[in-house]
């Protein structure tokens, strides 16, 4: 197995080493008082997290960038495993999940359009990936400090989560994080773990665009934690549910995960709105929520009433349905593969500029 991975881990070597030199979702980034850590752990105390991912707002501060360029104008994704025990039990989940985004974006050229790509540092034997920490816990500086720390994290009570974008660091504090949960992970989940490496790029949610509605239809009360958050904002007799619904704040301040499901982004996710938001929306994105995530735990998520997302089966803006019947609207499965799309938004992000 270990051999298995070193290939693969050699392939994605490869790929960045061939390049010229220079040289990269829900979003959990901490803010001036909290590290993500910090969130993750908040998290985990709410039972209602019964979700596949976790994305935690942005805050106010620090702000999900792009991968910056290096010299020669391509921006390099950089990652590394926490540890040795992450890259035994993570290491296919990952290499299957980036090897999906590079059978789209192959290499960054003027052909193909974008500056981007992965790096991961081999050890000199070839046995594997190096790893970001040494035994002692310290870093280990043959990666790049900016390097995405992929964490093996048995306590999640979701299969993954990521940061957006890029967040600056330094030798000592490293912001660009990946979770995930090996025991929640499944067969297929490679899907899942790309959709946190369109995260990691900068994506936002495609299902978050103001004109989700023409395409989808979405209903807040079937999404999980709705009842408890409707009873919590009665009691409180500041808000209505209706404008909770519509809040990512709100429902963040609540601490349940409605808010990756409102149109309203942070104020502060400009470049992944802008990204989101341009161009047609993408039926077939990677960072779309299929029909079956969120749902509500009193649901029954085989009934297209009890879904939070169905598409419509005749979309367009102000000719789509008004309300969900067993014949204008269909419930969709888990996304397979990146989209043409989700490839388009990436050399919107980072266009080759030769
Ligand atoms: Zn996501």
Known sequence: MLFFHALIALLLATLTLSCPPPYNDMRFIGNTTHTSYD?????HLNPDFGWNELVIPTGAVNQGELWP?????????????RDAKADAELA???????????????FPSSDRGHAVKFRVHIKPDGSGPEMCYDETGHWNPINDSNAVII????????????????RKTDARRHHNE???????????????VAHEWGHVLGLSHEHRRDDRDDWLDYKCENVVG?????RRVEDAGVHGIDEVCESAEL???LGFVGYAFTKNLWGNDEKAEKVTRKGPFDGNSIMLYHSYQGVGKDKDYNKYTDVPL????????KTHPKGRTADNCFKYRPLEDVSDGDFDAIKDLYPWTG
């Open 39 to 43: 969130l993750i752990q908040a998290v």
């Open 69 to 81: 360029c290096g010299d020669s104008g391509v921006a390099v994704v950089s990652m590394c495993f």
């Open 92 to 106: 296919d989940f990952v290499f299957d999940s980036v090897n999906m985004w590079l059978d789209k974006l192959n």
């Open 151 to 166: 964490r093996s994290d048995r306590g999640l009570p979701y299969k993954a989560a990521a940061t957006v974008g890029y």
């Open 178 to 192: 990946m979770y995930l949960n090996p025991e929640k992970l499944e067969e297929g989940d490679k899907v899942t």
């Open 226 to 230: 709705y009842e408890e958050a409707r």
């Open 251 to 253: 429902w963040y301040r």
């Open 310 to 317: 169905v598409k419509w089966r005749n979309p367009g803006h």
